[in-house]
């Protein structure tokens, strides 16, 4: 029988009020150095209320009927900020300004010494949510090449030794994952899109050297960047593709939805991949119908089958109202499952 569409978040989900500032949060660039005001709760009382919080993520997504969960990144200022800050060879002190790919200045992380991973950053995490589930697991690291752009060298002298460094601590961290038992480890790369011609000169080069030797189902998540952030998101923009199709990852996550992607173009160079397709907006806070969900999928249909098809968000949900996030999954959920039904119905029967 085909093997039917599976549903998954890409990566973060809209935080608990009770956890994190949310209007501070909405109101500020992604956090690249850990801010503690973010948070609504003690110091003392933090990582329990951080347990609490995955658990009700968690919820969500199981509540849903979502395949392939994540721990929603609720312990995070952001997406890159725990692991980047982990490192030794950082300035804890001392951080720099680095222009982002929004265009306004944001704090960073002063690269002063060679970079190593002193000890595990997420596997903890990855422990805790295997533990309360026995759905596939997924969780999220920056990508190296991401990590190279978002951060101030002052050691290696050269954009793609630093990125190298960071390949290298993602490598120990990456292991780790999987041994601490993630089905999947996926890497975001949004800069791969900002920044193709860095990305060909040395960017995919850098990612390789991240999965070197890695035995597990491996992801890559490309975006445009939040769409609270950014709002206009054309399709043109995603001439990262071709480089993309030349990384040894099992699965790529893109955004479909609010650029209004070709498909039959954009798919071409992600032969052989399974592609985390985004079916929901996240730049109209609206939950889609599921009659939406089920229409995009038929058209990715036309290019793809249903088992290198996951249905997903465009990106990280983390900057929408909860309610809305919970109408998307609900939304996410049936409209796939209607999609697989179709499929299902138009399977060969065993006539034995």
């Known amino acids: 029988m085909t093997a039917p569409i599976r549903t998954a978040l890409v990566g973060s989900y809209a935080q608990p009020d009770w956890l994190i500032d949310r209007a501070a949060l909405k109101a ?21 209320a951080k347990d609490d919080g995955v658990l009700s993520i968690l919820w969500d997504q199981l509540d849903a009927g979502i395949d392939i969960v994540t721990d929603g990144e609720v312990r995070r200022e952001s997406y890159s900020a725990p692991f980047a800050n982990a490192l030794d060879g950082i300035d804890d002190a001392r951080p720099a300004t680095k222009v982002g790919r929004a265009g306004k200045p944001n704090e960073v992380p002063r690269v002063v010494g060679p970079l190593s991973r002193p000890h595990p950053v997420h596997v903890d995490d990855v422990r805790f949510l295997r533990k309360h589930t026995d759905r596939t697991v997924k969780v999220t690291v920056p990508g190296p090449f991401t990590l190279s752009q978002l951060a101030v060298d002052e050691h290696y002298g050269s954009p793609k030794a630093l990125g190298e460094a960071y390949a290298d601590c993602l490598n120990r961290e990456i292991r780790d994952l999987f041994e601490a038992g993630a089905d999947i480890v996926q890497l975001d790369e949004p800069y791969l899109q900002a920044k193709v011609d860095h990305a060909e000169a040395y960017g995919v080069q850098i990612i390789q050297r991240a999965l070197e030797g890695i035995e597990g189902t491996t992801a890559l998540h490309v975006c445009f960047g939040y769409a609270a952030m950014v709002g206009e998101k054309s399709a043109a923009g995603y001439s990262c593709l071709p480089l993309v199709g030349q990384i040894g990852v099992d699965q790529v996550s893109i955004e479909a939805a609010q650029p209004r992607l070709d498909l039959s173009k954009a798919l071409e160079p992600l032969e052989g991949k399974v592609v985390i397709l985004g079916v929901l907006d996240l730049g109209d806070e609206t939950p889609e119908t599921a009659d939406v969900v089920e229409r995009r999928l038929m058209v990715a249909l036309e290019h793809l089958p249903p088992e290198r098809i996951i249905a997903a ?36 029967r065993d006539v034995r």
């Not at 900057?319 to 399977?347: F, H």
């Open 313 to 348: 968000p465009d990106c990280g949900m983390k900057y929408l109202p909860r309610d809305s996030a919970r109408g998307k999954l609900a939304a996410l959920v049936e409209g796939t499952g209607r999609v697989n039904a179709r499929i299902g119905a138009l399977a060969p």
């Open 28 to 48: 500020r660039l992604p956090a690249r150095i850990p801010k503690d005001d973010l948070w609504q709760v003690p110091a003392q009382h933090l990582a329990q």
